[in-house]
């Protein structure tokens, strides 16, 4: 079996580092060249909660041959439409590529690569890229799960193979409504990795502030609004239910969720946004793809955003370079979330 890791960067590389000592020959592929030759030289160097060096083989895009069983897919989704379309050739007869994308990509990939060649996987584990060749995983070991679904008219014997590969890597939930699972991670993604990036630090840079955390706690509200009135259910998160413990009607209960966050996500507090490694290296961010997902719904089915549309602006002007990264931003969110 031929495995590919499209886009080995912090997340792809412990993937593929964990994968290799089962399957020797997965390949991580990537366009960061001081990161290939320092895989091949040294191998993957594994810190944080997760610790090890593993061998390796890693590739440039130019250098991918023949064809490939599984590809995982991590890069960034502005790219998706030139990336499916490169990897169409590349996909075995039986080959399938499982995003493990943020936000909700399944249905351009679908529409691209065809609906039976494609699945997707939410992860909500975390980490960091810090040197080549050098990846910090930053949320604890026993967050290493992969819910995997199937979306429609997708391939139930494709499913079942990805399920068994990465079962020998950690803990895989089949979701029956994957969707629910996808907007589940969207909701975090949206507000958590948002509010973390308009700060300019990890997530305990919004844990910690109680005003930050107040404004994430609008996001996660926003979210689970929008999901409602598209009639999605949205799935547990490690066996949480996040509707029931997040979703507010009273004072009493906006209190009570505001205080469970730093219990909810305390395994996750050293966590930095990909966004925020993005705009640090002068690129542009998924913010559309995964805020921007929600406020599209939102102005679909008539729910205002008015929180995630400020962390999309604010995040747009730093692409820009019109804002910089701090907690000064704290103060253009007042006007929006009460």
């Not at 997040?246 to 219990?263: A, C, E, M, V």
Request: aromatic share 6%; proline share 4%; with cysteine.
């Amino acid at each position: 079996m031929r495995i590919a890791i499209y886009g080995a960067g912090s997340l792809g590389t412990i993937l593929g580092a964990l994968l290799s000592a089962h399957y020797p020959g997965v390949e991580l592929i990537t366009r960061n060249a001081d990161h290939v030759h320092a895989l091949n030289l040294e191998g993957a160097r594994i810190v944080g909660t997760l610790k090890g060096t593993y061998r390796v083989r890693a590739l440039l895009p130019a250098q991918m041959e023949g064809t490939y069983d599984v590809v995982f897919l991590l890069t960034k989704q502005q790219d998706n439409a030139q990336v499916a379309r490169q990897l169409k050739s590349y996909l075995s007869p039986t080959g399938v590529l499982c995003t493990m994308q943020n936000g909700l990509p399944e249905a351009q990939l679908q529409r691209i690569l065809g609906p039976s060649k494609v699945l997707g996987c939410a992860i909500g584990w975390g980490a960091s890229l810090i040197a080549p060749g050098v990846v910090e995983m930053t949320s604890g070991r026993d967050t290493f799960v992969f819910n995997l679904g199937l979306p429609p008219s997708g391939s139930r014997e494709s499913l079942d193979r990805v399920a068994a590969i990465l079962s020998t890597v950690g803990t895989v939930v089949t979701e029956s409504d994957f969707l629910g699972a996808r907007w589940s991670k969207l909701v975090v993604n949206a507000s958590f990795s948002g509010m973390s990036t308009v700060l300019g630090g990890s997530f305990k840079e919004v844990i910690d502030d109680r005003v930050a955390r107040r404004y994430a706690q609008c996001i996660v509200k926003e979210c689970i609004d929008v999901a409602k009135a598209l009639h999605i259910t949205l799935a547990p998160i490690q066996g949480k239910d996040i509707v029931r413990l997040f979703d507010y009607h009273t004072r009493w209960k906006r209190w009570i969720s505001f205080h469970l966050i730093p219990i909810a996500l305390g395994k996750h507090r050293e966590l930095r946004p990909s966004m925020l490694a993005d705009l640090e290296r002068g690129r542009v961010s998924e913010v559309d793809a995964i805020q921007g997902a929600v406020a599209r719904h939102g102005r679909e089915v008539g729910v205002k955003t008015p929180v995630t549309d400020r962390v999309i602006d604010i995040i747009h002007e730093i692409e820009r370079g019109e804002a910089v990264a701090g907690h000064h931003n704290l103060a253009r969110f007042a006007e929006v979330c009460h």
